[in-house]
């Protein structure tokens, strides 16, 4: 399965039993195999929390440590990412909260593809978060553990759809495996955190979003690394869109709304591609002088005003700073939009991806850490260059749709 998910699931169900038999008395004795969430008090699990950081996360312990380029952090009182996570879990409404991310090795006007995402973190989240939208962005959250006990138990194996190429590859998969697919991190899906955040919606899940920034870590470098995660991205997202998870099935669990902002990301990728291309057809079309409307004095008018309210929208900021952010989130999706079409077609087709979806028990390492490999630290000069050259034509083309 995703070999992210398989370690996380291992780590909740062999890993963590262990720690807590350090600290806490099992209700009843452990097996041989080792103590299970399930010797343990209710209790004793309600009070434990689960953080999980991907592993070029760095806690900030005093978030006055690191300053945001374009805005002073708004938290200033030196308390850090963990005391954080639990005084908001201290409420028991939430059984999840996520905290936003911050890249160091990336300077806000030199963003191109919208890394530090101001977009997300600063408007999306929040709105979504008012209507009970689960937010889950795979690491810089905390969950709680009898949270994730009761969703490992209801889990139901057979929907891991990377459970059965699995096992007809590999034959019968080790007792570690077989745990780890039965976690409540799906496998079914390279993107686990969209379809650990659809998961918890349909169980009845409360989570929240607490938006202060305490974790900071290292964007992707270079423009193959930024596709390879984008694309990842993508294809995620399309394979439950093309599955029977898609969350349009689900209106009963996720309601009405919550059966469409789950579509939302997914059918992004596709407006953001057919719009792209069909601004590609305009000039061409001009100049060959085809015209698909007349231009009369009623076009005019509400052209403009097609453009106005759409600026409104798109580029509605409550800190001016952030205007430039919303600027690189429609520029990065230009950049990006052939891997998004990449991305779809292998999901639409299930072509396999280079991507680890599925991870053979011969090629795992023998600790529950499957390491990332290293990135540079800086984009290379060359592929700067070439990043400038594909904005510039972007900003032409954009020239000649006006």
Known sequence: GNAKSLNLNHCIKIEIPKILARYHTPKVAADTSGPRLGDFDDAVLRRSVVVVLDCDMAIVNDPNEFMLVDRPPRNGDGVGFLPKI????????WDLVLTPQYFTNITPYADAFNHLNPQFWEYILPGLTTLGYVACTGTNMGLRLSMLHNHSRTHDRDDNQAVRPFVSDQGNPSARYEAAMQGPFPVYSVTEDYALSL?????????????????????PSGITAVDIQRGRWTEGHY??????????????????????????????????????????????L????????????????????????????????????????????????????????????????????????????????????????????????????????????????HACCC
């Not at 639990?86 to 409404?93: F, G, N, W």
């Not at 349009?248 to 291309?277: D, Q, V």
């Open 239 to 284: 394979q439950i869109f093309f599955s029977r998870k898609n969350p349009a099935f689900y209106p009963h669990k996720l309601g009405l709304i919550g059966s469409i902002y789950y579509n939302y990301g997914t059918l992004a990728y596709l407006c953001n591609i057919i719009t792209i291309w069909m601004y590609q057809l305009v000039p061409l």
């Open 86 to 93: 639990l005084r908001v879990l201290s409420d028991d409404r």
């Open 199 to 219: 998961e918890l919606k349909k169980a009845g899940v409360k989570g929240t979003y607490h938006a202060e920034y305490l974790v900071k870590g290292a964007a």
């Open 286 to 397: 001009s100049a060959i002088g085809l015209q698909p409307v007349a231009f009369s004095t009623s076009f005019r008018y509400a052209a403009t005003a097609y453009l106005v309210l759409t600026v409104a929208v798109q580029y509605y900021v409550r800190e001016a700073p952030h205007f430039f952010g919303m600027w690189r989130a429609n520029m990065s999706n230009i950049l990006l939009s052939w891997t998004y079409m990449k991305a779809i077609c292998r999901a639409a087709l299930n072509v396999k991806s280079d991507f680890a979806t599925h991870t053979a028990a011969k090629e795992a390492p023998e600790d529950s850490i499957m390491p990332n490999p290293p990135m540079p630290d800086r984009q290379d000069d060359s592929e700067q260059l070439l990043l400038w050259l594909l904005m510039l034509r972007i900003l032409i083309t």
